[in-house]
């Protein structure tokens, strides 16, 4: 498929700024006439009667000349002709700063609308997405390559009006002169020298298309690789990798230095070879000009004007290059934003029960990541409105999978889950999500106020909640010993606090979310024995007439849970109320054995 015919679909972010854009045209216009034909016109007119006779200027500027100055015409003619190169050049200004204006602000609505839909994807992308990307690339995807659209849907399209124009007024002043001139009729000669330009552009342009992929996927890992560095701070200097990272970083930036050094010979190339057909084209031009006898001022206004005609011509070859540049860009562009939404709400979503009882049910569940080994296989069970449920098991059997399906991060391969009777997929996945509060192993907390950290399930909650919130989270010792309280901006992923301190504010979102459905992933695994039995009873607290769900190794956890249900190869093992049932199945009893160590 053509690339201009890729770009199609990303015109219409043009739409809410078409008028702007259209006036940014018309400068563009001003400039191509002011360049193409006012240049060569003044060229052929005016040096000629300054530097010769101006009797044999045309009719019309004497009868002009003789109504603003009288009988004073060598004068006149003389401050009319010096006046009119400012004049050209004043226009040629308007133009040029009304074009590259009105062009920007076109440019940069265009770049933000394309970033908003991609930012948008990316947010409803189901997490089985982000197993094939990388950070970088994602990165890349909404910060980077809408600029590169850009660049081809608002600056191409200028130039595609603009350049063709210019050399349009050119060639039109050329062939027009011609037919009026049997001298200038050379002028033809320096035109058919275009096709060869063609040439040398398509050839270099294949050329940056290869290069300009090589470049892509090099950049990707770049950026990615160095995000992954930024986030491992301890790693790297715990196991010495310092040097060993730097020199990666230097081989990465060499591969690009030398892919980036070849791909600029090849562009560069460009520009002198269109100058080397044309000043050849133009050296003919003259020999059979002078031959015809052409005058100085037809051959200034002949340069000129196959001067002009060139201009645009380099244009347009380096609009061809980039549209070749951008075809590696536009591919990553379209992977993400046209990527298949396969967790999405239904177009027409069944309402919940109101008020929501929580009872949850898999009927015959499987679950596989991409075409990997299944996670969860047959999996039957229906936990009670209510009723306190522990997910127990070694390390991937499948707990965690388990409730991301309830929290519907993912679709079961086969099989179907159903929230008070009505399939998950049925419903709104926004609505859902918000009946559920949820308190991960390893919490994140944004760059924000320790208040909007806790608010993140409850925007519009008080101050007043939010304290309670944190009362009950045990996170008052937490909150009192930063330097503002609650209003402490908490460094990038929360990393000024330790990882009992993050836990405790994560509990107390949960909190305040009061959501009928609780999901705890080893929520108390971070904490110590003291501040375990005061979160154990606040949990006890907050689990009450709620569907709750506990991943948990550590027993302690689990003492008040009514039910057990433990996993084991992604098959459901065990289910009881009661400890020995479960210590009965193979490989638990060292499993509840074993306690981890507080942080």
């Known amino acids: 498929m053509s690339i201009l015919k890729r770009l199609l679909p990303y015109y219409k972010y043009l739409k809410p700024v078409w008028f702007k854009f259209l006036v940014g045209i018309l400068f563009g216009v001003l400039f191509s006439l002011s360049s193409g034909l006012g240049v060569p016109v003044m060229a052929e007119t005016i040096f000629p009667i300054l530097f010769g006779n101006a009797s044999e200027s045309p009719e019309w500027l004497r009868l002009l000349?003789?109504?603003?100055?009288?009988?004073?015409?060598?004068?006149?003619?003389?401050?009319?002709?010096?006046?009119?190169?400012?004049?050209?050049?004043?226009?040629?200004?308007?133009?040029?700063?009304?074009?590259?204006?009105?062009?920007?602000?076109?440019?940069?609505s265009v770049v933000q609308a394309i970033q908003i839909d991609m930012f948008k994807k990316v947010q409803a992308l189901p997490l089985a997405f982000f197993h094939n990307y990388k950070t970088g690339e994602l990165n890349a995807g909404v910060m980077g390559y809408p600029n590169q659209i850009k660049s081809v849907v608002v600056?191409?399209?200028?130039?595609?009006?603009?350049?063709?124009?210019?050399?349009m007024s050119a060639v039109g002043f050329l062939v027009y002169k011609s037919f009026t001139s049997e001298s200038f009729f050379v002028a033809i000669i320096g035109v058919i020298s275009v096709p060869l330009v063609v040439f040398v552009?398509?050839?270099?342009?294949?050329?940056?298309?290869k290069r300009s992929r090589q470049l892509v996927t090099l950049g990707e890992s770049l950026g990615s690789w160095v995000l992954e560095c930024f986030q491992s701070p301890v790693e790297i200097r715990a196991y010495n990798l310092q040097e060993r990272q730097v020199n990666r970083f230097v081989e990465y930036l060499k591969s690009i230095f030398r892919l980036s050094m070849k791909s600029t010979r090849s562009s560069l190339l460009v520009s002198p070879?269109?100058?080397?057909?044309?000043?050849?084209?133009?050296?003919?031009?003259?020999?059979?000009?002078?031959?015809?006898?052409?005058?100085?001022?037809?051959?200034?206004?002949?340069?000129?004007?196959?001067?002009?005609?060139?201009?645009?011509?380099?244009?347009?070859?380096?609009?061809?290059?980039?549209?070749?540049?951008?075809?590696?860009?536009?591919?990553?562009?379209?992977?993400?934003?046209?990527?298949?939404?396969?967790?999405?709400?239904?177009?027409?979503?069944?309402?919940?029960?109101?008020p929501l009882r929580g009872q949850i049910t898999f009927e015959n569940v499987d679950f596989a990541y991409l075409a990997e080994k299944p996670v969860l296989s047959n999996i039957n069970v229906q936990i009670d409105a209510g009723q306190s449920v522990?997910?127990?098991?070694?390390?991937?059997?499948?707990?965690?999978?388990?409730?991301?399906?309830?929290?519907?991060?993912?679709?079961?391969?086969?099989?179907?889950?159903?929230?008070?009777?009505?399939?998950?997929r049925e419903l709104d996945i926004n609505e859902l999500r918000e009946q559920i509060a949820y308190v991960p192993q390893m919490p994140l907390l944004f760059n924000a106020s320790v208040a909007d950290n806790i608010r993140i399930?409850?925007?519009?909650?008080?101050?007043?909640?939010?304290?309670?919130?944190?009362?009950?989270?045990?996170?008052?010792?937490?909150?009192?010993?930063?330097?503002?309280?609650?209003?402490?901006?908490?460094?990038?992923?929360?990393?000024?606090?330790?990882?009992?301190?993050?836990?405790?504010?994560?509990?107390?979102?949960?909190?305040?979310?009061?959501?009928?459905?609780?999901?705890?992933?080893?929520?108390?695994?971070?904490?110590d024995n003291q501040s375990d039995q005061l979160i154990q009873e606040a949990l006890t607290r907050l689990a009450k007439d709620r569907t709750t769900l506990i991943i948990a190794h550590r027993m302690g956890t689990l003492k008040d849970v009514e039910r057990r249900l433990y996993f084991e190869g992604g098959s459901l093992a065990g289910d009881g109320k009661h400890v020995e049932l479960l210590e009965s199945v193979h490989g638990y009893l060292g499993l509840v054995n074993s306690e981890k160590k507080p942080v």
């Open 273 to 354: 070879s269109i100058e080397v057909v044309a000043g050849a084209g133009m050296a003919l031009s003259l020999y059979l000009g002078v031959k015809s006898g052409m005058t100085q001022g037809e051959f200034l206004a002949l340069a000129i004007a196959l001067s002009m005609a060139y201009s645009p011509i380099k244009r347009i070859g380096a609009i061809q290059n980039n549209l070749k540049m951008l075809e590696a860009p536009l591919e990553r562009l379209e992977a993400i934003l046209y990527a298949d939404e396969s967790v999405a709400s239904p177009a027409n979503p069944t309402p919940m029960h109101q």
């Open 457 to 527: 399930g409850n925007p519009d909650a008080s101050d007043e909640a939010v304290h309670e919130a944190a009362r009950q989270a045990n996170a008052l010792d937490v909150i009192d010993s930063l330097p503002d309280g609650y209003e402490t901006i908490l460094s990038e992923r929360g990393n000024s606090l330790s990882g009992g301190q993050r836990q405790r504010i994560a509990i107390a979102r949960a909190f305040l979310k009061d959501a009928p459905i609780l999901v705890l992933d080893e929520a108390t695994s971070a904490l």
């Open 201 to 209: 552009i398509r050839r270099v342009g294949i050329y940056l298309a």
């Open 390 to 424: 522990g997910l127990v098991g070694q390390s991937g059997a499948g707990k965690s999978t388990f409730v991301n399906l309830v929290l519907r991060l993912y679709d079961p391969v086969q099989g179907r889950i159903l929230l008070d009777g009505i399939d998950l």
């Open 65 to 108: 000349v003789e109504r603003w100055f009288g009988d004073d015409i060598e004068n006149g003619f003389l401050i009319l002709c010096c006046l009119a190169l400012p004049g050209v050049m004043f226009l040629r200004m308007v133009g040029t700063v009304g074009n590259g204006y009105y062009m920007t602000y076109t440019g940069i």
């Open 155 to 167: 600056d191409t399209s200028n130039d595609l009006v603009k350049q063709p124009l210019t050399l």
